[in-house]
Each structure stands twice: as C-alpha cells, then as structure tokens.
C-alpha cells in the first residue's frame, strides 16, 4: 500500500477560502455587469430614438465590409463573452428589450470598460421587397452578439465610418 501524504488542515483551509473569496468575487461581478448593462440598455435605446446614431460616443469604431484582424487574448475573449452574456440577460429580464443595435452599443460600452477594443458591424439583407438591417459586435474575427453565420445572412456596409 502507498503511503498517502497529508497536508496540514491550515493549509487546506486556506486555500478552499481562497477558493470560495474568488467564486464570491465572480458572483460579484456577474451581478454588478448585470444591473450595469441593465441600466445602460434603456438608456441607449431612449438615446438612440431621440438621437439617432449621433447620440453614440465617438469612441465607438464602426466597421464596415472589411475583416477586421485576428487579434484577443483567450482571456480578453472570454471576458467579452461575459459581458456579453449580461447584456443578453438585461434584455431578456430587464425593462427594455432594445434593438440590436442599442444592445450592440451597450456591448461596447461596457467593453470599452474593460479595456477590451470591439468593433461594431452593420450589415443589411433583402428578402423580399423589405430592406432589413442588423448590427453586431465583434472582438477580432468571433461574433460576440449573434450566430457566426452573421455575414453571410448580412451584407456588411461597405466603407469605414
């Protein structure tokens, strides 16, 4: 039989309160990005119907038609997947549902919190006789807002804002 090492209780105490401090500071987290983007969407959704797209900060870098490059850190990604996931639920459970652009331009903002630099997408479809726009954000090539198929059932605007 192998002889089983021990380690001292302090130490394994230790670190599962380290362990629970860092789920309690995620949890934290979770929810002040949750009650953030659920204050932010009825806000932009207001200032974009009274404002149009002049109300956006200039800060926000709109690309069109062209790809923009690879770029993200597996953390930074992951990160914006968080926040994207708060700005889905605020829409989902909060006030306002908005528009996919006000949830867009609420997704960068909080981004831009972060540190982290999105671009925001615009494309439009035909089917039909009915023009039909989208926006999304993107961090390098992943879609963060919406299915990857995004460009192919929309046609990025051409040109750079």
């Not at 062209?66 to 994207?84: C, D, I, N, Q």
């Not at 605020?90 to 909080?110: H, I, K």
């Not at 926006?135 to 051409?158: F, H, I, K, M, T």
Request: charged share 30%; hydrophobic share 45%.
């Amino acid at each position: 039989m192998i002889p089983r090492l021990r380690v001292p209780l302090p130490l394994r105490v230790s670190r599962r309160v380290a362990d629970v401090r860092a789920r309690i500071a995620r949890r934290r987290d979770g929810i002040g990005l949750l009650l953030r983007a659920a204050w932010l969407l009825p806000v932009r959704t207001l200032d974009l119907r009274l404002r149009g797209l002049r109300g956006a900060p200039d800060g926000h870098r709109v690309r069109r038609g062209t790809r923009p490059a690879a770029s993200g850190a597996p953390v930074g990604l992951a990160r914006a997947k968080r926040l994207e996931r708060a700005v889905a639920l605020a829409a989902r459970y909060g006030v306002c549902r908005g528009t996919c652009l006000s949830r867009s331009l609420v997704l960068l903002d909080l981004m831009e919190r972060e540190g982290l630099a999105g671009d925001l997408r615009i494309g439009v479809r035909v089917p039909g006789s009915v023009l039909e726009a989208h926006a999304w954000v993107q961090l390098g090539s992943v879609v963060l807002n919406d299915r990857d198929d995004v460009e192919r059932r929309y046609a990025p605007l051409r040109g750079q804002a």
